[in-house]
């Protein structure tokens, strides 16, 4: 399976808590890929697959036998515009999980882990407009680009049905981590192990940390990199980049077929 997202807490519930054991090959097909000179490695945080069977053509993957799942987790997959086609020509039947987020929050939260790293660049306000006096979006800058989920949708589509791709609720999984849990379990044929018990929501971080009943050890949070203050941002650009969106968003719920309901969201605040 190949996960293409933002969350790393359901990786860790499967890899601690499933009774499978999962081998994570964080970025290893991307890495060979790069060797042949394909773009895939400009690798950001979102994208996954879970291989059920030994790779063909994957000598860089590890090898699973019978009761274990191999995950890869890349994010960048998902906008990368080859990947459909490389992956489909590796395992065609493979199962892709997306995770997605509100396009507006996930922009900021992507700024704001560039901030973090390089102080000096320019204000969100800035750099998220072509001409901010016309109102042109820049959609070419990354942290815009990405969350138009329905244009990278197009691709994946050309390659692999929706049945083999399931959509995850970045909002729900902190909300409710273990309803969003139950759904992938449901797609990867896992046995339902990881339920409510497994979870605390860590106030302080704003996300819930993952822990095993029976086990008199820490708790498994995020780290320090993530759960982030956001900037403030002006409102008037937040208002424009929700109206960039909308149409966007609109589509994408029309192609999954869910309504992630981020323009209630953003109307209750």
Request: charged share 25%; glycine share 6%.
């Amino acid at each position: 399976r190949i996960r293409l997202g933002t969350r790393r807490l359901w990786v860790r519930c499967l890899a601690l808590l499933s009774g499978l054991r999962i081998q994570r090959c964080h970025e290893l097909w991307c890495r060979s890929q790069t060797q042949l000179g394909s773009r895939l490695h400009a690798c950001w945080r979102g994208m996954m697959a879970v291989f059920p069977f030994p790779p063909s053509s994957r000598n860089v993957m590890p090898k699973t036998v019978e009761g274990q799942l191999t995950m890869e987790k890349t994010p960048s997959y998902f906008v990368t515009n080859e990947a459909p086609k490389r992956i489909h020509s590796m395992a065609k039947d493979i199962k892709l999980i997306v995770v997605v987020r509100n396009p507006v929050t996930r922009a900021i939260s992507d700024y704001t882990q560039t901030l973090s790293k390089k102080p000096e660049i320019p204000t969100f306000e800035v750099l998220a407009f072509k001409n901010r006096t016309l109102g042109l979006i820049d959609a070419s800058w990354s942290a815009i680009r990405i969350g138009i989920y329905a244009l990278h949708l197009e691709n994946w589509l050309q390659y692999f049905p929706l049945s083999q791709i399931l959509f995850v609720s970045g909002e729900r999984l902190i909300v409710d981590p273990a309803g969003e849990m139950a759904k992938v379990q449901d797609f990867l044929g896992l046995k339902r192990v990881v339920t409510e018990k497994h979870f605390y929501f860590n106030k302080t971080k704003g996300f819930p940390c993952l822990k095993k009943p029976e086990d008199s050890g820490a708790p498994r949070c995020l780290g320090k990199s993530k759960g982030r203050t956001h900037p403030r941002i002006d409102p008037d650009v937040i208002h424009r980049l929700r109206k960039f969106y909308k149409p966007f968003n609109m589509m994408f719920y029309q192609m999954t077929g869910q309504d992630f309901q981020w323009e209630q969201e953003e109307s209750d605040k």
